[in-house]
């Protein structure tokens, strides 16, 4: 895995608070976001996964996670 995705998508994760495997995609190009997010479960952050149900581009009802960071939590966070 490319440390620097894993950083890109970290600092998403903190600026924006959530995201999605299709946001990662298309910003990032990351193809694997849930191998991301365990990685970043690893080294402390409190990722949160959330079912959400969309349609598909075909209008086909689909589940897709949202992984998000806690309400109130803070990068400095990790330091403790």
């Known amino acids: 895995m490319d440390n620097s ?7 998403h994760l903190v600026k924006h ?3 999605t495997s299709m946001q990662a995609f298309e910003l990032y ?8 997010v365990f990685i970043l479960r690893g080294r402390g952050y409190p ?5 959400k ?5 075909y ?7 949202e992984y998000s960071l806690p309400k109130g ?8």
């Open 53 to 57: 149900d969309g349609v598909n581009r």
């Open 29 to 36: 190009g990351a193809t694997r976001l849930s191998a991301i």
């Open 73 to 80: 939590w803070k990068l400095a966070d990790l330091k403790k």
């Open 17 to 19: 608070r959530k995201i």
């Open 47 to 51: 990722i949160i996964t959330t079912m």
């Open 59 to 65: 209008g086909h009802p689909v589940k897709y996670g």
């Open 5 to 11: 995705l894993i950083t890109l998508v970290a600092k």
